[in-house]
C-alpha cells in the first residue's frame, strides 16, 4: 500500500521538494486488474496525446518563431493542399481505431459481473452508505468518522481526514464481488479509485459492477455525485480482507447483530438510553441536526424546543423510524436497530432544554418493525 | 433591469459619448437612458450585450473567488457546504448563460453586419427585445441568492432529483430566468440565420463569408435545434416539482437518468455553441497577423459542420457511469472518439496558416495563439474522456474541471477577449494601449495555467468535483489553483481598464487598423459609424 | 438602392424566419416526444432495467436444462412509507424458460390506510427483456388499512434467450407511496393526514 504522505499545507509550498515527491501526481495503478488495465489504457492514451502534442506544439512554436515579420519573414499566399489534408485526418483516425480496440477489451471485462461469489447490495442515502450482504442476513451502515472539530479547525486534521469511516465495507481477496447500487433519496456514486469502481446510485433502479481485489488493504474514496450539503462528506472505505478473515468476520458481525437485538425486550433505563442516544445522536444526527439540537432551518429542522415533536410521542418515533418523503430525513428503520431509535428518540426529548423525561423503550419500536 | 450596467457605469456613459458623436447626421431617435431601451441598431446592441456580458463575467468570476477562497485549505474556514453549492452552481449557470453565450451575441450583432455587408441585423426590433430579456432573466436568477431556502444549489447540471424533489424553494425563478434566457436564445439564432442568409451584399456567397460568420450560422442552428429540448426539460422539472408529474421521479414511474439523457442532448450541443464562435474569431484572427490567407477555408468550414452534426451524438459520454449497458458506452466512446477529427483538422490547419507566414503578435494575436495551444490541451483531456473505461476514474473528479476549464476560459474567454482586441479599434476609433494590454495578456496566461493545469492532476489524485473541503492528499495543488485563480481574477480588472481607457482615447485607429486585415469591416471608418453599409458594398472574394 | 432590393430582400427575410419558426417548432414537438421515444426506448433495449408494466403471456418453450441462474429479489420501503415488503424466498435457482411462483408479503406497519406502488428495477438491465412477468403486485397500485398484511403472487419466466453470460438476475421492488391516488381511492376509507 501506497504512503500519502503530505506536509500540512501551512507549510507546503511550491518549493519543498519532500513534498512535492510525496504526493500523488497521477491515477492510482489500483489492486484490482481491471483497475491496472484502465490505468496502463490512462497511461497509453496520455502519452499518445503527448506525442501529438510534441509535434503540434513544435510545430506552431517553429513557426512563431521562424516566420517572425521582425526577423524578415516574408509570407507566402498559399492556402490548400488535399493531399495534406486528407492524410491529417486519416492519421488521426487510425490513431483513435488503434486505441479503440484495447479499450473495447477493457469495457467489455468491466461489464462481465456474472459467476460473482459474493453479492453487496450498497445503497446511497443523504449522507452515507449502507451495506448489505444479500443472503448473509447483514447490514452495515457507514458513517464519516472525522469529528466536526477537525473540520471546522478546532483541532488538527488527521491523516485520513475526510476518508475516514465508522464502518468500512469489509470484502475477501481474491473472490468476485458484485456490487448492486442503488439510493434512498437523490443520487450518489460510489467510487473508490483503487479499485476502479465508481457507480452512479439511483434512486429506484438498481445498477451493478463488480470487484475481484488482489491485495488485502484499506481502501478509500468518496461519493462523487454531487448529491446536497454533505456530498462532501460521504466517504467510502473498503477494507479487504483474506477469506477466511472474512468468513470470521462475517459470523463475529452476525452474532454482534443479534446480541443488540436482545436488548429489545427488557426495560431500558432513562439514563442508559440517554447514553446509548447522545452516541447514535452524534454520529448520525448531529450532521443535520446540528450537535446542540438547532439544525439549520428551512431544510433541517431544530429539534431542541421543537413543539411539534415534543408535544407528539408518535409523530416523532413515526419520523425517526419512516423518515419523511421529499425531504433529507430517512427511514431509519433501514440503518438503526430499534434500541437505537429508541435511545436516540429518548435523547431528542430529554437533551438541550427539552425535558419530557420520556424513555422510548425499544420495545415499543419494535412494534413498528417487520418483526416476523 | 439596472444589471446590465457594468461595474463602473463610467464605461456606458462613455459609450453614448462616442457613440452619439458618430451618429449625429443619422440620429433622431429618443436621448438618454430610453434610447439604450429602445434601440434597434446591430452595433448598439452589441454594445448592450457585450456590457452585459462583462458584468455578467465578473459576477460569476467573484462567485468562483468564493469558492477558490474557501478551497484554499482544507477544512471549512470562510462558508458553509449549502453557500458554497450555491456558489458553484451559480458560477456555472452565470458564465454560461450570462457571461459566454451573450458575448459571442454581443459579437455576432456587431460585427456579422459588418463583415457581409449588411446595414442591420434583419430583425432589428426583436433583437432588441432578445436583448432585453437577458437582464430581466439574469436579475431574477441572482435574486434566488436572496430568497428562503438559497439559490440553486445542484450544479449547473441540476440533475433531478436533487434540483426536483429535493430543491430549494427558488428553483421556480431559476427555472423561469432559464426559460427567458432560451427565449432570448433562439430569437438572436434567428435573427443572425435570417441575416446571415439573406442580408449578404450581392456577390457574397456563402463559400466567401469571413469564418466568424460561418461558425455562428451553423450555432444558431444549434441553438434553434437544442434550445428547445433545454426549455422542454426544465418545464418538465417545474411539472415535477408543482403539478405532481413523475418524469424524473422514480416512485411515479418516472426515471432519473432520463433527466440527464434529455439535459446531455441539449448540454453537449450547448458546449459546441459555446466554441464555435470561438474558432471562428480564432479563423479570422491569426491570417491577418500571419498575413497570409487562411488555410483550408472549405475544410474549415466542413469541420464545424461535421463537429455540430457529431454533437448530437455524443450526449451519454457525460453519462458513463449512470448504468448504461454496454452497447451504449462503446457507441457513445466511439462517435465521442470521432470528434477529436474534425477538431483536430481545425488546429492542423491554424497552424499551416501560421507556417510560412510574416507574424506579428498584437494584443489580438497573442491570444488567438494562446487559445490554439490551451485549447488544444483541453482537447487532449477531452480524448482522454472519451475512453470510457478510464472515465470511470475520471468522471466527475477535478480531472474534468480541469478539461471543461481549458476549452471554456483559454479557450472561449480567451476567444472573446482575441475579439474585442481585435475589433476595438473598429468600435472606438482607438487602438488599445499596447503595454496594459500584453500585461493583461500575460497575466492571464499564466493565472489561467495556474489554475486549471494542478487541477489535472488534483483529478486524477482522486478529488471529487464541487466539495466545499477535501482530504488532506488534495491540499497542494488547491492551493496552487486558489493562487492561481485569485491572479486570473484580479488580472481581468486590467482588461477593464484597457476597455475604458480605449474607449476614451488612444492612439487613433484607420479604417483598415490591422495591416493583415482583409475583411468588409475595415472598410468603413473607424469607429464605425451607426449606420453602415446602406448600400450594399462592393466585394471582390479575396480568397478563391 | 432600389426599392425593389429591399422588398427582395424583406420577402427572402420573412421566408427565412418562417422557415427557421417551422424547424423550432418541430424541435419543441421533439422535445416533448423525446419522453415517449425513451419509454419505447428502453423497452425495446432494456436499457435502463425496467420491466413491462402489463401480464404478458408465457413463452411456450421448454425448460433448458443445461443451465441454471440465480433469481434475487430484494424489496424496500422508501422513507415516510410505514410498509414492509418481504419475499418468501430471496433466492432462487432455475432453468431459462421455466416458470416460477414466489409470495411476497405486504405489511401497512403504520396507523393509517396509505395506496403505495411497488416499483421494479432489474440487473443487469439487459435482463428485463428476457424477464416475463405473467403475475405482479407490480402492475396496479396497493391499498392497505392500518396494519392491514397482503400477501401477492410474482409469476414470472426467464426465457431461454437469456444472454449466457447472465449468471444472476436481481429483482429490486421499492415501495413508494402514491399520494395523488390516495384521494381517488375506494371512499370506503378515509384518507389520512400528512405525516
Not at chain 1, 509550498?13 to 491496472?36: E, K
Not at chain 1, 464481488?177 to 437523490?186: F, I, M, P
Request: proline share 6%; glycine share 6%; with cysteine.
Amino acid at each position: 500500500m501506497r504512503i500519502r504522505y503530505v506536509w500540512p499545507t501551512t507549510l507546503g509550498c511550491l518549493g519543498l521538494p519532500q513534498s512535492v515527491l510525496a504526493i500523488d501526481w497521477n491515477m492510482p495503478v489500483g489492486v484490482t486488474d481491471v483497475s491496472r488495465e484502465i490505468h496502463s489504457l490512462h497511461m497509453i492514451i496520455f502519452w499518445i496525446c503527448v506525442a501529438i502534442g510534441v509535434v503540434v506544439f513544435g510545430a506552431l512554436f517553429y513557426s512563431v518563431f521562424r516566420y517572425r515579420r521582425s526577423r524578415g519573414a516574408r509570407a507566402a499566399s498559399f492556402h490548400e493542399h488535399t493531399t495534406v489534408e486528407v492524410i491529417w485526418t486519416l492519421i488521426p483516425t487510425l490513431i483513435l481505431v488503434a486505441m479503440a480496440i484495447p479499450a473495447t477489451a477493457t469495457l467489455k471485462k468491466m461489464y462481465d459481473a456474472s459467476a460473482a461469489d459474493l453479492d453487496v447490495m450498497i445503497t446511497g442515502q443523504q449522507w452515507r452508505w449502507r451495506y448489505s450482504y444479500l443472503g448473509e442476513d447483514l447490514a452495515l451502515t457507514s458513517n464519516l468518522a472525522t469529528p466536526r472539530s477537525e473540520v471546522t479547525g478546532e483541532s488538527p486534521k488527521s491523516d485520513n481526514y475526510l476518508l475516514e469511516v465508522d464502518e468500512p465495507l469489509v470484502l475477501p481477496v481474491d473472490r468476485k464481488v458484485r456490487l448492486l447500487l442503488t439510493s434512498d433519496d437523490v443520487i450518489h456514486s460510489w467510487w473508490v479509485p483503487d479499485l476502479a469502481v465508481k457507480q452512479d446510485a439511483v434512486p429506484g433502479f438498481v445498477n451493478e459492477n463488480w470487484v475481484r481485489i488482489n491485495e488485502p488493504g484499506i481502501y478509500r474514496g468518496q461519493c462523487a455525485e454531487l448529491c446536497g450539503r454533505d456530498h462532501a462528506f460521504m466517504p467510502v472505505v473498503v477494507k479487504a480482507v483474506e477469506p477466511e478473515r472474512f468468513e470470521t468476520w462475517l459470523a463475529e458481525r452476525k452474532e454482534a447483530a443479534a446480541q443488540a437485538a436482545l436488548g429489545v425486550d427488557r426495560e431500558w433505563a432513562l439514563d442508559e438510553l440517554m447514553k446509548r442516544g447522545e452516541q447514535v445522536y452524534g454520529s448520525i444526527c448531529a450532521s443535520c441536526h446540528q450537535p446542540d439540537g438547532q439544525g439549520s432551518p428551512p431544510a433541517f429542522p431544530a429539534l431542541a424546543g421543537n413543539q411539534t415533536m415534543l408535544n407528539d410521542v408518535d409523530y416523532h418515533i413515526e419520523t425517526v423510524v419512516n423518515g419523511v418523503s421529499g425531504s433529507a430525513m430517512p427511514a431509519f428503520r433501514n440503518t438503526l436497530n430499534a434500541v437505537e431509535m429508541a435511545a436516540v428518540i429518548t435523547y431528542e426529548r430529554n437533551a438541550w432544554g427539552n425535558e419530557t423525561g420520556d424513555a422510548i423503550q425499544p420495545a415499543r419500536i419494535a412494534e413498528l418493525l417487520d418483526a416476523p | 433591469m439596472a444589471s446590465h450596467l457594468p461595474p463602473g457605469s463610467s464605461a456606458q456613459s462613455h459609450q453614448l459619448e462616442t457613440a452619439g458623436t458618430v451618429s449625429d447626421t443619422h440620429y433622431a431617435g429618443p436621448k438618454g437612458l430610453m434610447r439604450w431601451l429602445l434601440t434597434t441598431n446591430h452595433k448598439e446592441i452589441g454594445t448592450l450585450y457585450l456590457l452585459f456580458s462583462l458584468s455578467m463575467f465578473f459576477i460569476g468570476g467573484l462567485f468562483a473567488m468564493v469558492v477558490r477562497a474557501e478551497l484554499f485549505q482544507p477544512g471549512l474556514q470562510l462558508i458553509q457546504p449549502e453557500f458554497f453549492n450555491q456558489m458553484t452552481t451559480m458560477h456555472g449557470l452565470i458564465m454560461v448563460f450570462g457571461a459566454v453565450m451573450p458575448a459571442f451575441v454581443g459579437l455576432a450583432n456587431w460585427m456579422i453586419p459588418l463583415q457581409i455587408g449588411a446595414p442591420d441585423m434583419a430583425l432589428p426590433r426583436l433583437n432588441n427585445f432578445s436583448f432585453w430579456l437577458l437582464p430581466v432573466a439574469f436579475t431574477m436568477l441572482l435574486a434566488t441568492l436572496f430568497m428562503p431556502g438559497g439559490a440553486p444549489n445542484f450544479g449547473w447540471t441540476f440533475y433531478a432529483p436533487l434540483s426536483t424533489t429535493y430543491a430549494p424553494p427558488s428553483t421556480t425563478f431559476f427555472i423561469f430566468s432559464l426559460h427567458m434566457a432560451g427565449i432570448s436564445s433562439i430569437l438572436g439564432a434567428i435573427n443572425i440565420i435570417a441575416t446571415i442568409l439573406n442580408l449578404r451584399t450581392p456577390g457574397m456567397r456563402m463559400m466567401d463569408m469571413p469564418l466568424f460568420v460561418w461558425t455562428w450560422l451553423i450555432t444558431a442552428f444549434l441553438l434553434i435545434a437544442v434550445m428547445p429540448v433545454l426549455a422542454g426539460v426544465i418545464t418538465m422539472m417545474l411539472l415535477d416539482i408543482h403539478f405532481g408529474t413523475s418524469f424524473f421521479n422514480a416512485a411515479g414511474g418516472g426515471d432519473p437518468v432520463l433527466f440527464q439523457h434529455l439535459f446531455w442532448f441539449f448540454g453537449h450541443p450547448e458546449v459546441y455553441i459555446m466554441i464555435l464562435p470561438a474558432f471562428g474569431i480564432v479563423s479570422v484572427i491569426l491570417p491577418t497577423f500571419a498575413r497570409k490567407p487562411l488555410f483550408g477555408y472549405a475544410s474549415m468550414v466542413y469541420a464545424t459542420a461535421a463537429i455540430a452534426i457529431l454533437s448530437f451524438l455524443v450526449w451519454a459520454h457525460h453519462m458513463f457511469v449512470v448504468g448504461l449497458p454496454l452497447a451504449a458506452e462503446l457507441f457513445f466512446m466511439y462517435s465521442t472518439m470521432l470528434i477529436s477529427v474534425p477538431t483536430g483538422v481545425k488546429v492542423f490547419n491554424w497552424i499551416t496558416t501560421l507556417f510560412r507566414g510574416s507574424l506579428t503578435f498584437e494584443p489580438p494575436m497573442l491570444f488567438a495563439l494562446a487559445f490554439v495551444v490551451l485549447f488544444t490541451i483541453g482537447g487532449f483531456s477531452g480524448l482522454m474522456l472519451a475512453i470510457s473505461p478510464a472515465d470511470f476514474q475520471y468522471h466527475d473528479t477535478y480531472f474534468v474541471v480541469a478539461h471543461f476549464h481549458y476549452v471554456l476560459v483559454p479557450g472561449a474567454v480567451f476567444a472573446i477577449m482575441a475579439a474585442v482586441y481585435y475589433w476595438l479599434p473598429k468600435w472606438t476609433g482607438h487602438y488599445p494601449h499596447l503595454r496594459l494590454s500584453q500585461w493583461h495578456f500575460w497575466l492571464s496566461v499564466i493565472g489561467v495555467n495556474l489554475t486549471f493545469f494542478p487541477m489535472h492532476f488534483a483529478g486524477l489524485a482522486g478529488m471529487p468535483r464541487r466539495i466545499p473541503d477535501y482530504a488532506l492528499q488534495f491540499a497542494d495543488f488547491n492551493m496552487v489553483t486558489s493562487i492561481g485563480g485569485f491572479l486570473f481574477g484580479l488580472s481581468q480588472l486590467l482588461f477593464v481598464l484597457v476597455v475604458v481607457l480605449c474607449i476614451r482615447g488612444g492612439n487613433k485607429a484607420p479604417a483598415k487598423a490591422w495591416e493583415g486585415a482583409e475583411d468588409l469591416e475595415w472598410t468603413v471608418a473607424s469607429p464605425a459609424p451607426l449606420h453602415t453599409f446602406e448600400t450594399p458594398p462592393d466585394f471582390t472574394p479575396h480568397r478563391h | 438602392m432600389s426599392s425593389q432590393f429591399l422588398d427582395d430582400r424583406r420577402r427572402a427575410v420573412n421566408r427565412t424566419v418562417a422557415r427557421t419558426l417551422v424547424v423550432l417548432a418541430a424541435m419543441c414537438l421533439f422535445s416533448v416526444a423525446l419522453v415517449p421515444l425513451y419509454d419505447v426506448f428502453c423497452e425495446v433495449t432494456g436499457l435502463n432495467g425496467k420491466t413491462s408494466s402489463q401480464a404478458q403471456s408465457l413463452s411456450a418453450e421448454s425448460a433448458d436444462q443445461s443451465r441454471l441462474v440465480t433469481m434475487q429479489f430484494i424489496t424496500r420501503a422508501s422513507k415516510g412509507l410505514p410498509w414492509s415488503l418481504s419475499a418468501e424466498t430471496r433466492q432462487l435457482r432455475l432453468h431459462p424458460g421455466q416458470s416460477a411462483e414466489v409470495h411476497f408479503t405486504f405489511r401497512n406497519l403504520g396507523d393509517r390506510a396509505y395506496v403505495a406502488r411497488a416499483v421494479p428495477s432489474v440487473s443487469p438491465s439487459e435482463a428485463s427483456l428476457h424477464l416475463r412477468k405473467l403475475a405482479c403486485f407490480c402492475f396496479e397500485n396497493q391499498r392497505l388499512a392500518a396494519g392491514e398484511r397482503f400477501e401477492a403472487p410474482l409469476v414470472f419466466q426467464l426465457t431461454r434467450d437469456l444472454p449466457e453470460d447472465v449468471k444472476t438476475v436481481t429483482l429490486v421492488y421499492t415501495l413508494y407511496e402514491q399520494r395523488v391516488s390516495l384521494s381517488r381511492s375506494r371512499a370506503s376509507q378515509q384518507p389520512g393526514g400528512e405525516t
